[in-house]
């Protein structure tokens, strides 16, 4: 399996712009993906990082360093509907089934 | 639009029963997991099925049996249900290699 940790919680202010952490520990991976989750509601995929450095999607960024194990989410301009648990997950190696570890999630809180 | 739909939002059943949750995915995709997601414990994988008729077991088979006759539908089987089966199950399908689309989840409750 799979390692993979995350902060449980963060808070932050609207406007602001927060870092969301994932370190790993696994023999490889595929990819790194991350998800956002309402209360509520299913996981809906926000990026996905195959080789290392930024990827960039309007107010959302990930960033993967492989030799580093770790990954990172960047969340600018935070508006109150980011408030949501933001899930890290990898992809298996060496495997076509597509599966996914995933890390237990970090709750933001966005604050006016 | 890809459309991963779980037959049940809520239920509720009595301990012993057997229950089905069932799950469609309308994007041709090869592969279909459930999850069950509890608080503090993040998603854990039940299990999955990479093809029609094929399927592996996740960390956490132990009381569930799935069933994939047809491509686009899994079915997650709890045999005899049990009060520390109250989750909430999440289905979803991708493509191999590729992310995953969840269903909107089941709130089971056992009691």
């Known amino acids: 399996g799979q390692n993979i940790d995350q902060p449980t919680e963060m808070t932050a202010t609207e406007g602001a712009i927060v870092q969301i952490n994932c370190t790993y520990q696994?023999?490889?991976?595929?990819?790194l993906f991350w998800y956002q989750q309402h209360a509520g509601e299913a996981p809906t995929f926000l990026s996905y990082n195959v080789l290392d450095g930024l990827e960039e999607k309007g107010r959302f960024s990930s960033f993967l360093s492989r030799s580093k194990g770790y990954s990172y989410l960047l969340l600018k301009e935070l508006q109150m509907k980011d408030s949501a648990s933001y899930l890290c997950a990898l992809l298996d190696r060496g495997s076509t089934l597509g599966r996914l570890y995933f890390g237990r999630g970090t709750q933001l809180t966005v604050w006016p | 639009d890809v459309k991963v739909t779980q037959s049940s939002r809520y239920l509720v059943k009595r301990t012993g029963e057997k229950v089905f949750l069932e799950c469609v995915q309308d994007?041709?995709?090869?592969?279909m997991f459930w999850y069950r997601q509890d608080p503090g414990l993040g998603l854990r994988l039940i299990y999955f099925?990479?093809?029609?008729?094929?399927?592996e077991k996740g960390d956490i088979p132990e009381g569930y049996s799935v069933s994939r006759e047809k491509k686009e539908r899994f079915s997650l089987i709890l045999e005899s249900a049990s009060t520390n089966q109250t989750s909430m199950y999440l289905c979803?399908?991708?493509?191999?290699?590729?992310?995953?689309?969840f269903g909107q989840g089941t709130r089971l409750t056992v009691v």
């Open positions: 099925s990479y093809d029609v008729k094929m399927k």
């Open positions: 696994t023999s490889g991976f595929n990819g």
């Open positions: 994007m041709d995709h090869e592969n």
């Open positions: 979803a399908s991708s493509f191999t290699q590729g992310e995953a689309f």
